[in-house]
């Protein structure tokens, strides 16, 4: 497996800050190599592991603000795209590809699976932070995507729910509709609770008081 290019004597000035990084490399001299270029760059290396089964395991434990993981690991099948995909999955960490391939179908897995950032052996001590800092940046974007979505679907809801509470509460007391929109109102003030779980509670009891009249 190729070796990472030889460190630069010269880096940049402006150092990233105490970015926290672990490290996956099946081969210690490259997990050693890389390890003092990021130490050289102002990172701070939290934890290295010789697989990517043992990667997962310490990225759930010790959360780091990036994975730096190899692609492939000499006798297990069990990838960096593979880890990468379930590191993912459970929003621990944004991973960094370091591969000696850039085959076309590797890269396919790599962004199926989530990768943020991919870079090709050999590279240079200055090519890690702007690697570093793109990883990170699309993985805060992808979160913060994904939050306004979660958001959005929950406004949805909330509101589908508050439209057939208002309903019942129009029919059952003879309210207009900005009349039962402020009882619910009141009622998540007085309440201290949100309006979807207001909501809730209204259509519950309505659900409940027609299942006993149809049961007399």
């Known amino acids: 497996m190729a070796r ?9 000035t402006a150092q990233p800050g105490r970015v926290r990084v672990l490290i996956a490399d099946d081969e210690s ?27 997962v395991n310490m990225a759930r434990e010790i959360r780091p603000d990036v994975v730096i993981m190899d692609i492939r690991f000499e ?23 370091l591969s000696a391939y850039s085959d076309k179908d590797l890269i396919q897995r790599a962004k199926e ?5 991919y870079l090709v052996k050999p590279f ?30 929950e ?3 909330t509101r589908k729910l508050v439209e057939r509470a208002k309903g019942i509460l129009m029919d059952r007391h003879g309210l207009s509709e900005a009349e039962a929109y402020r009882r619910i109102q009141k009622m998540s003030m007085d309440n201290r609770r949100p309006m979807k779980e207001v909501a809730e509670a209204i259509i519950l ?7 006993k009249k149809a049961r007399e």
């Open 4 to 12: 990472p290019a030889t460190r630069e004597k010269e880096h940049p």
């Open 29 to 55: 001299l490259i997990r050693m190599d890389l390890r003092e270029m990021l130490t050289n760059l102002g990172y701070l290396v939290v934890g290295e592991a010789p697989d990517a089964r043992t990667a």
């Open 75 to 97: 006798n297990d099948d069990f990838d960096g795209i593979e880890a990468a995909r379930i590191l993912m999955e459970e929003r621990v960490a944004p991973v960094l590809l």
């Open 113 to 117: 699976a989530g990768v943020m950032g």
């Open 124 to 153: 240079r001590e200055a090519d890690l932070p702007p690697a570093i800092e793109v990883a990170m940046a699309n993985f805060q974007e992808w979160l913060r995507l994904e939050k306004e979505a979660k958001d959005l679907k």
């Open 155 to 157: 406004a949805l809801e």
């Open 205 to 211: 009891a309505y659900e409940v008081s027609m299942g």
